[in-house]
């Protein structure tokens, strides 16, 4: 284990009602998380993986527990710790299709508080990691699925956040661009930071330093 703790859940829990049932998509779950290493949040699709993410990055807030970044509590600092973390989920609702890469990185860097000064040179760096520095010029939806999963890691790096949050980080690459992902994500750990990502992907399963298993809202294995 790292010796800073990047995430600390306690407890955590989080409850929905479908068609009047009562359905608990996580059930007291508790972690650490260090930094500086990549850590894979496996499980069967409805195990509550992406749930987790989006709790961490202050979209949902759990209906009970506790979720730390760095000592900042998800539901009252959410400003600090959306400061924190780079989060991309798989839908392509988190790009706006109308707009170009390059213009679709310009707005999310600007929500993080990029200012002009460092904008061009944000977005350079973030798009030469995830590579798709040369397309950013096409609009986001006529991109090829591949790059829009690269553009919406682009989107993450902005800004270099200590945390990455990545929901099938790898889904929709072919296996070479899989492996150029894997590679950068793991330059990423090499640098200090944390990569949560929760995934199918043998390719990055395998080469994650530990595994996060959850089973039906609960962790099975850490």
């Known amino acids: 284990m790292s010796a800073v703790e990047a995430i600390e859940a306690r407890g955590l829990a989080r409850t929905f009602l479908s068609r009047g049932r009562r359905v608990e998509a996580l059930r007291d779950v508790d972690l650490r998380v260090g930094t500086g290493q990549v850590v894979a949040l496996t499980g069967p699709n409805g195990s509550g ?3 987790l993410l989006r709790i961490l990055a202050t979209v949902l807030e759990p209906s009970a527990g506790t979720a730390l970044v760095f000592g900042r509590d998800v539901r009252r600092e959410g400003r600090l710790v959306r400061a924190a973390i780079g989060v991309s989920f798989e839908s392509d609702r988190s790009l706006l299709w109308r707009l170009s890469g390059r213009q679709n990185l310009s707005f999310f860097a600007r929500l ?3 200012g002009p000064r460092g904008l061009r040179r944000a977005i350079r760096d973030a798009a030469s990691e995830a590579g798709v520095l040369d397309d950013l010029d096409a ?5 090829p699925a ?3 999963a690269r553009l919406r890691l682009a989107r993450a790096f902005l800004g270099d956040p ?3 949050l990545l929901d099938e980080p790898l889904a929709r690459l072919d296996r070479g661009s899989q492996r150029e992902v894997a590679g950068a994500l793991a330059e990423r750990a090499r640098r200090g930071g944390l990569v949560l990502a929760a995934t199918h992907a043998p390719l990055l399963i395998e080469a994650a330093a530990r595994r996060i298993l959850l089973e039906r809202g609960r962790v099975a294995h850490v």
């Open 49 to 51: 993986k992406s749930t």
């Open 112 to 114: 993080r508080g990029i």
């Open 139 to 143: 609009r986001a939806g006529r991109l």
């Open 146 to 148: 591949g790059l829009r």
């Open 162 to 164: 200590p945390v990455l």
